[in-house]
């Protein structure tokens, strides 16, 4: 026993350790970036003597902090910018503080609308993006697929807030699987396989807290065997997730289906401590109204969405990738002086 609390003693140690060097980074992140915003205020306010201000200002700063990068004529005219974009904030929105500063003047470049940015800085800050999946999550217009309401589920029916909120908050619509293997005319079957054999490709569209168990799942009710296409455990939720495949239209009898599993996964796999297991239907298309008609009645939580299949995935994407394990949290200190 001694041996025991001796060897948990270390690692709650150690937790400390790395939870305190987190916040410092944090801490030290967010200073830069009020400091990057007072820096904005000064040279707008100044703007009279024009770029001869700026350019006087890089020489000054890079003579008296030569070891710091972030201070050029370029980077100075981006804080101005990023100053004009949030003067009217009483202070920094969380999110935008916390943001390394690349992240931040990407997403003033792409984005326009204020409230969808803070909505991506948000969700970069939850998810830890790196700079190229929150360019990616841009351009895949995630914003259109998963935060605009249109979304057809039972969750507020078949779930207690705040588990409903969150399960309403991962479903996206339509997915977009990166698969370039997969054939133009294919079953269900080399869907799923195309998408085994890129699951870390398929856990970043899925998004933050997805954890892969395994495709065709057995379930044993009766005399018979009945297999998931694929099952995940979402870290969040705290519950299991199916997602049944279809590689055509929406039909009423796949919700049968779908709840039929759900019901034999919470009878036989899901523990005490879970809540209740969750199921997202994918298919080709789907009409809404038939949709909203087949889900009336359910007792179990489905969400049915379409998705597409993308060919192409830029290299320097797929190879920044996290594995299903990693977990990195990004902190840029200096700003990005080679793409300055």
């Known amino acids: 026993m001694l041996e025991k609390d001796f060897k948990e003693t270390i690692v709650n ?7 305190t060097q987190t916040q410092i980074l944090s801490d030290a992140n967010s200073r830069l970036i009020n400091l990057y915003f007072k820096l904005g205020k000064i040279i707008n306010d100044n703007s009279k003597w024009g770029d001869k201000f700026i350019e006087t200002l890089e020489v000054e700063l890079k003579l008296d902090f030569p070891n710091i990068k972030g201070f050029s004529a370029r980077n100075l005219r981006r804080m101005k910018r990023f100053y004009l974009e949030y003067q009217d904030e009483e202070i920094l929105p969380p999110a935008v503080a916390k943001l390394p500063w690349t992240h931040n003047i990407m997403l003033i470049e792409k ?9 991506y800085a948000n969700e970069a800050v939850n998810g830890n993006w790196s700079k190229v999946v929150l360019d990616h999550q841009i351009d895949m217009k995630l914003y259109e697929r998963k935060a605009l309401p249109d979304k057809k589920n039972n969750f507020k029916n078949t779930l207690i807030e705040p588990q409903s909120d969150l399960a309403n908050d991962l479903q996206k619509d339509p997915y977009i699987f990166n698969l370039p ?3 133009e005319k294919y079953v269900e079957k080399e869907l799923e396989e195309s998408m085994v054999e890129r699951i870390r490709d398929v856990l970043l569209e899925f998004g933050n807290g997805f954890s892969f168990i395994g495709n065709q799942y057995k379930l044993t009710v009766g005399d018979s065997d009945y297999f998931i296409d694929m099952l995940f455990y979402h870290l969040k ?3 299991y997730i199916v997602v049944e495949l279809k590689a055509v239209p929406f039909k009423p009898e796949f919700i049968g289906q779908l709840n039929f599993y759900l019901t034999a996964l919470d009878e036989q796999v899901k523990d005490n401590l ?9 298919c080709k298309s789907k009409d809404k109204l038939t949709v909203e008609y087949s889900l009336k009645g359910v007792d179990k939580p489905i969400g049915v969405s379409s998705y597409e299949i993308s060919k192409y995935l830029p290299k320097n994407l797929e190879e920044l990738l996290p594995t299903e394990e990693d977990i990195n949290i990004h902190i840029d200190l200096e700003g990005d002086e080679e793409n300055e």
Do not use: Q, V, Y
């Open 13 to 19: 140690i150690k937790n400390e350790i790395i939870n």
């Open 237 to 239: 939720l705290h519950c």
């Open 181 to 183: 293997l997969l054939k």
């Open 111 to 119: 984005i326009k609308d204020k409230n969808i940015r803070f909505w």
């Open 274 to 282: 879970d809540a209740p297991s969750i199921g997202l239907l994918l």
